[in-house]
């Protein structure tokens, strides 16, 4: 499903994020992403999200080689990719139901009850149908970010990527939040997680690639099927 091929990330003025970098990610596996600050984690995820491009090598997400990739199909391709960020980026002057449905609308899903419909459905199953009308503020961090996860599967996307999700969160906190993307994972969705929490990617069972200065240094599969 992802597929990274000698893939070399140089950032302006120089810096290698990411070196000759290879793996593969089969359709309906989920991996965790681990590695200290600065190691490439967050750089191989928006490289999958097409948020920047590789320096060198190819990229294949979902059978697209990301290099030939037509302007005009990004966002056939974003739409495939549910992204989840450690701040969440909840739009604070709108109200759950209103970020949640953004990437619909975004997406050209005009009528009202489609819209409803889908974005319940997505709060439902971030246990969080009920509070379409609260602001985020109103809301605590485990909320906010369960907000975040829901706004990100809201388009039923077969590829999650989920960028340090539990950072800001204490240790239950993020065990259940690691459990939603468990729950995405075996009905089929593809899900690669950047964190750095070694102790409960460990206790979760799931394979595990570690990154250092841009190179994959571990890459161990799970015993979580
Ligand atoms: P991680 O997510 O593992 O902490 P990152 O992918 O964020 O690592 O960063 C890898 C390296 O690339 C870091 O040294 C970082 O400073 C550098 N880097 C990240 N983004 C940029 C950028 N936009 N411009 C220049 N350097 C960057």
Partial sequence: MIRFEHVGKRYDGGFEALRDLDFELARGEMAFLTGPSGAGKSTLLRLIALLERPSRGHIRVADIDLSRLRRRHIPYLRRRVGMIFQDHLLLHDRTVFDNVALPLIINGVVDHRDVSRRVRAALDKVGLLGREKYF????????????????????????????????????????????????????????LIASHDLALVGSLGFRRIGLEDGRVVIDHAGVAA
Wanted: net charge negative; proline share 9%; charged share 20%.
């Fill in 136 to 191: 985020p503020v109103t809301l605590s961090g485990g909320e906010q970010q369960r907000v975040g996860i829901a706004r990100a599967v809201v388009t039923r996307p077969p590829i999650l990527l989920a960028d340090e999700p539990t950072g800001n969160l204490d240790p239950a906190l993020s065990a259940e939040i690691m459990q939603l993307f468990v729950e995405f994972n075996r009905v089929g969705v593809t899900t």
